[in-house]
């Protein structure tokens, strides 16, 4: 399985944003997709997740400004985020775990906020 995410640039503090990752391969054996960021300095954070269900997750800080989507068979995962602020700027990676527990990480798309 490849990830490969899209989506990142440079948005002024208040402004939206949508990611995308693109996931090929074995599609058919992935059972979620999450995307991750991590700031500069700082570990890698769990954003949000979806799974084959459809069942979503969110961290608290960005709970109401972010929403994770999927096509019907999480080949496309979408992150729409609004209202964002500085402290989200990051790089931001979207990981698929398959049913054997396997992760797959994507290499990463920047998301600068700033004035």
């Known amino acids: 399985v490849r990830m490969v995410e899209s989506g990142g640039g440079l948005v002024q503090p208040g402004g939206s944003l949508r990611l995308s990752c693109a996931a090929s391969?074995?599609?058919?054996?992935?059972?979620?997709v999450g995307w991750y960021h991590q700031a500069p300095g700082k570990g890698r954070q769990l954003v949000a997740l979806i799974t084959d269900s459809g069942n979503t997750n969110y961290a608290d800080s960005v709970k109401g400004r972010f929403t994770i989507s999927r096509d019907n068979t999480l080949k496309m995962v979408y992150l729409q985020m609004i209202s964002l602020k500085p402290e989200d700027t990051a790089v931001y990676y979207c990981k698929a775990q398959d049913l054997w527990g396997v992760d797959y990480w994507g290499a990463g798309t920047l998301v600068t906020v700033s004035s």
């Open positions: 391969g074995n599609i058919g054996s992935i059972r979620a």
